[in-house]
């Protein structure tokens, strides 16, 4: 079922060979293009439009009422609630201690410089909800935007075929977190809307109750998009970024095992398939030096997959190109091999667990051990599950607090603070040719330059 590629004594750089998902980013954006620029012109009408194309359905209102949120709250079953409730609590006690703090230097007396950590204005959250309905994606999104100090929080999920709203569970989450202002729209579109924002004027639906027709609106834009999706929504973010700000290209989920003798098959094939489960499309690949644990692990895929619910859609994705099994040469050549590959989720079972995480140098998560599956970083860890997917764990970070923050360094010089730095300041003027910035220094104490 899992594709091999073998990389012992070979000199291979991983990146060529890595498993990974036929359709790029690039590729994308030009799908969805269309979409994303009839969105900018013609607002909630084209919003509208594109929903009943790609989600069979249209939408009465893209606001969903408070109404319906609450009701959605009061039918939640009280297992689900419980957990619910378990997620955000965890969320909040690990993503309350990542709020920073402002700093002061004081860089010569009389100058200083303080760095002002800020929480962007308004953010629009992204909660997948096609072929799952992510209710923990509520949790990940909103808890850090609110222990972040985010004011003005939209959430927005694909409305369901049945009801034109978003999945129940993912509006009851809404409720348990105080989000009222949530829009029944997914896709690149949702993504649009949040960019460009939707002129009250432009809604399909008179009695809409919007942002409110005072403020000219029925969807103001947003400073910044944040959340999970697939390809489509990812490459709706990578087009946008500059009108609006991302956390990071967060697409459809993927996850790396780095495993040897010591791993349990049972535990590294049901890894597997747990990100199988969520797309055709989704990653799973397995990095290690044990063709016995392979074979352990293929033996386990043969008995495990027939058995799931979705086992049409993860034996697709197993067997897709975008997962595999990576035969290594050791474990060092194995770290070199996850590393490269930079997953979204990435698993160590192996001896020495903890050491051997601790030279992990990309990825969006580790999860360290037998013990501490990627399902548990899904829903009640307390870390973050909206990760960078698709390499981009080289350069950037998963969700958290920082994401919806922004530094501002406050200068604040005296006068003789200012008069003892201003020939360095007019010498590194005249160096790069802009004598008007020495002057913008000396003309404070009479001079010309």
């Known amino acids: 079922m899992l594709t091999r590629v073998d990389l012992r004594g070979t000199t291979t750089d991983p990146r060529d060979v890595l498993p990974r ?27 509208l439009a594109a929903t009943e194309r790609f989600d069979r359905v249209r939408p009465r209102r893209l606001r969903v009422p408070v109404e319906a949120i609450a009701a959605a709250a009061g039918t939640l079953d009280d297992a689900v609630r419980a957990a619910l409730q378990t997620s955000i609590d965890r969320a ?11 700093v002061t230097t004081q860089v010569v007396p009389g100058g200083t410089v303080t760095e002002r950590w800020v929480p962007v204005s308004r953010v629009g959250l992204y909660v997948p909800g096609g072929l799952a309905p992510l209710l923990s994606s509520v949790v990940m999104n909103v808890v850090p935007a609110q222990l972040a100090g985010v004011t003005s929080i939209a959430l927005a999920s694909p409305p369901q075929r049945d009801t034109g709203l978003p999945h129940p569970g993912i509006l009851a989450a809404c409720a348990l977190l105080g989000v009222d202002e949530v829009y029944a729209m997914g896709g690149a579109q949702a993504i649009a809307a949040f960019a460009y ?29 944040t959340g999970p999706g697939n390809i489509f929504v990812t490459a709706a ?33 049901a890894d597997l398939i747990s990100q199988a489960e969520h797309d055709p499309a989704a990653a799973s690949v397995l990095v290690t030096a044990s063709e016995s644990l392979l074979a352990a692990v293929e033996e386990q895929l043969a008995v ?23 035969l290594v040469d050791d474990l060092d050549h194995g770290l070199r091999v996850v590393d490269a590959y930079a ?36 829903y009640a860890a307390g870390s973050n599950h909206v990760l960078p997917t698709g390499g981009c764990a080289r350069h950037s970070s998963g969700l958290s607090v920082q994401t919806f923050l922004r530094g501002i360094h406050v200068i604040d010089y005296s006068q003789q603070a200012l008069r003892e730095v201003a020939p360095h300041v007019v010498a590194l003027s005249a160096a790069e040719d802009l004598p008007a910035h020495g002057q913008a ?7 010309a330059g």
Not at 92 to 102: F, G, K, S
Not at 202 to 218: F, I, N, R, V, Y
Not at 441 to 447: E, L, P, Q, S
């Open 343 to 378: 997953a979204e989720h990435l698993e160590i079972q192996t001896a020495d667990a903890a050491r051997v995480a601790a030279r992990v140098r990309n990825a969006g998560a580790v999860f360290v051990g037998a013990y501490s599956p990627v399902s548990l970083g899904d």
């Open 441 to 447: 220094v000396t003309a404070r104490f009479g001079g």
């Open 304 to 326: 495990q997959v027939p058995a799931t619910r979705h086992h049409e859609r993860v034996a697709t994705a197993l067997s897709g190109k975008q997962s595999g099994v990576v």
């Open 237 to 269: 973010k990578r087009m946008l970024r500059g009108v609006v700000g991302i956390d990071s290209e967060a697409g459809t989920t993927e996850i790396a095992i780095l495993a040897d003798d010591t791993a349990d098959p049972v535990h590294v094939a």
């Open 21 to 47: 998902a036929q359709l790029d980013v690039a590729a994308a954006i030009e799908q969805i293009r269309p979409t994303v620029e009839a969105v900018h012109q013609h607002g909630a009408s084209a919003v």
């Open 92 to 102: 909040r006690a690990v993503h309350a201690d990542q709020r920073r703090t402002d």
């Open 197 to 225: 924002g939707l002129r009250a004027e432009t809604a399909a639906d008179p009695d809409d109750p919007g942002a409110g027709a005072a403020s000219g609106w029925l969807l103001e834009p947003v400073d910044l998009v």
